[in-house]
């Protein structure tokens, strides 16, 4: 899924093909989990991303 935010960036909502570590949270991210970048260029959690999508 694509979207864009109030600031106009590409938000990428995937789930996640290796597992990992949120480095806002710091838990793991498992394979399988949605993830998106942080507005730092990191792979999150999608619960945990500071960017939030813009609802119409």
Known sequence: MFFKDKNNHNMITMKAR???KC???NESIKVGK???KNSKG???HKFCSDIKEELP
Do not use: K
Request: aromatic share 16%; hydrophobic share 40%.
């Open 18 to 20: 290796f597992n990992g």
């Open 34 to 36: 949605e993830i998106e």
């Open 23 to 25: 480095v806002e949270c």
């Open 42 to 44: 990191n792979w999150v």
